[in-house]
T-cell receptor
Framework: AQKVTQAQTEISVVEKEDVTLDCVYETRDTTYYLFWYKQPPSGELVFLIRRNSFDEQNEISGRYSWNFQKSTSSFNFTITASQVVDSAVYFCALETGANSKLTFGKGITLSVRP | DAMVIQNPRYQVTQFGKPVTLSCSQTLNHNVMYWYQQKSSQAPKLLFHYYDKDFNNEADTPDNFQSRRPNTSFCFLDIRSPGLGDAAMYLC???????????FGDGTRLSIL
């Protein structure tokens, strides 16, 4: 069975602070895919990144960076110099090669205060 | 331009009165999904279509049905809505499995 744990439920930071959102996953499959989605107050889920299990290379996209470590089954997301527009719920999700079902974590509510 | 379009954005129905939510896509993706999301919870997959193949989640109530008449459109039918069905319903598409899903803005369903 697949499981995604986002232990942090709510995080509040002041604008320009760096913040890291944690994600730990469980799966017995050797082929799997990890995702991060952002859900702003307007409601739509926005895709941020996809990583497959064979690619542990970290990625940076502007102020966003992702740290994938298979040794600790973690796929953490860091926002550098946070902005008010980063306020949203962030979901980490796992999809295995065996099925096409996304297993979501419970989400982390990030509030960035001016 | 919106690529996954859900109508209406807000839907109010009466307890027990059938309701249909619609989703259309301009991406020509093979897979379409319906999720239910209740307040402060993660989206919960109800079912998905891979082309015309329908895949129902084991815990999706029989009250929920879906239709996909063609590649572009997918419908969610709730035959007899109960108060517990009040939620945001999200439609998503992906080109194939294991690829990023593109979500619509959702339909927020209220039950009176």
């Amino acid at each position: 069975a697949q499981k995604v744990t986002q232990a942090q439920t709510e995080i509040s930071v002041v604008e320009k602070e760096d913040v890291t959102l944690d994600c730990v996953y469980e799966t017995r499959d050797t082929t799997y895919y990890l995702f991060w989605y952002k859900q702003p107050p307007s409601g739509e889920l926005v895709f941020l990144i996809r990583r497959n299990s064979f690619d542990e290379q970290n990625e940076i996209s502007g102020r966003y960076s992702w740290n994938f470590q298979k040794s600790t089954s973690s796929f953490n997301f860091t926002i550098t110099a946070s902005q008010v527009v980063d306020s949203a719920v962030y979901f980490c999700a796992l999809e295995t090669g065996a099925n096409s079902k996304l297993t979501f974590g419970k989400g982390i509510t990030l509030s960035v205060r001016p | 331009d919106a690529m996954v379009i859900q109508n209406p954005r807000y839907q109010v129905t009466q307890f027990g009165k059938p309701v249909t939510l619609s989703c259309s896509q301009t991406l020509n993706h093979n897979v379409m999904y319906w999720y239910q999301q209740k307040s402060s919870q993660a989206p919960k997959l109800l079912f998905h279509y891979y082309d015309k193949d329908f895949n129902n989640e084991a815990d999706t109530p029989d009250n929920f049905q879906s239709r996909r008449p063609n590649t572009s459109f997918c419908f969610l039918d709730i035959r007899s809505p109960g108060l517990g069905d009040a939620a945001m319903y999200l439609c998503a598409t992906s080109i194939v499995s294991n690829q990023p899903q593109h979500f619509g803005d959702g339909t927020r369903l209220s039950i009176l």
